[in-house]
């Protein structure tokens, strides 16, 4: 089983301040590495797919990079609504599994 | 507007069984597979089951092999997830997820709203 790690575990961040979200592989994935945002009390919504490709709705401040067993999700200018847990969630091999999540608060 | 409606959860006891059911529309069901995921109060995701597009392919996480069971019903639109042995360890939120590549697993685009399933004497 591919295990995903995350970092940080929480972050407490003032808007437009520049949000960094990684998450490793415990082995080479290539870019089948996605990106979901869950608010309180919703479902998780998709940000990024394979690692970099944008999503039709998603806000523009939302990127991700990295490929292989490393990856980052970046949120430039952090709005008041971007307040989430983030999950990284790998397809490359059965059993899928996500990250353990990165809690993203506003100061 | 894809939209994937779950229904079924509720109370069961230690043991019991339960069928959970996600209604489809919006986009061609029967050319996408499709998951279950599932939360517990206040955790992270976890993955538990898979179908294929047509049905001949299914996948478990080992938390759940053997005891729950994915189906589909391409001429009704609709997943299931037949649990049964329920423990008190399989108490989450199961959300209904689109795969986002057609005949693949890949992605998941679209999430169901979910529904909570309590194991509990």
């Known amino acids: 089983e591919i295990v995903l790690t995350q970092s940080p575990d929480f972050q407490s961040v003032t808007p437009k301040e520049k949000v960094t979200i990684t998450c490793r592989a415990s082995?080479?994935?290539?870019?089948?590495l996605h990106w979901y945002q869950q608010k309180p009390d919703q479902s998780p919504k998709l940000l990024i797919k394979y690692a970099s490709q944008s999503i039709s709705g998603v806000p523009s401040r939302f990127s991700g990079s990295g490929s292989g067993t490393d990856f980052t999700l970046t949120i430039n200018s952090l709005e008041a609504e971007d307040a989430a847990t983030y999950y990284c969630h790998q397809s490359s091999s059965l059993p899928f599994t996500f990250g353990p999540g990165t809690k993203v608060d506003i100061k | 507007e894809v939209q994937l409606v779950e229904s079924g959860g509720g109370l069961v006891q230690p043991g019991g069984s339960l069928r959970l059911s996600c209604s489809a529309s919006?986009?061609?069901?029967?050319?996408?597979?499709m998951h279950w995921v599932r939360q517990a109060p206040g955790k992270g995701l976890e993955y538990v089951s898979a179908?294929?597009?047509?049905?001949?392919?299914?996948y478990y996480a080992d938390s759940v092999k053997g005891r729950f069971t994915i189906s589909r019903d391409n001429s009704k639109n609709t997943l299931y997830l037949q649990m049964s042995s329920l423990r008190a360890e399989d108490t989450a939120v199961y959300y209904c997820?689109?795969?986002?590549?057609?005949?693949?697993?890949?992605?998941?685009?679209?999430w169901g709203q979910g529904t909570l399933v309590t194991v509990s004497s």
């Open positions: 997820v689109k795969d986002g590549s057609p005949g693949y697993y890949s992605y998941f685009d679209y």
């Open positions: 179908i294929s597009s047509n049905g001949g392919s299914t």
């Open positions: 919006g986009f061609t069901f029967s050319s996408y597979a």
């Open positions: 082995q080479s994935i290539g870019s089948s």
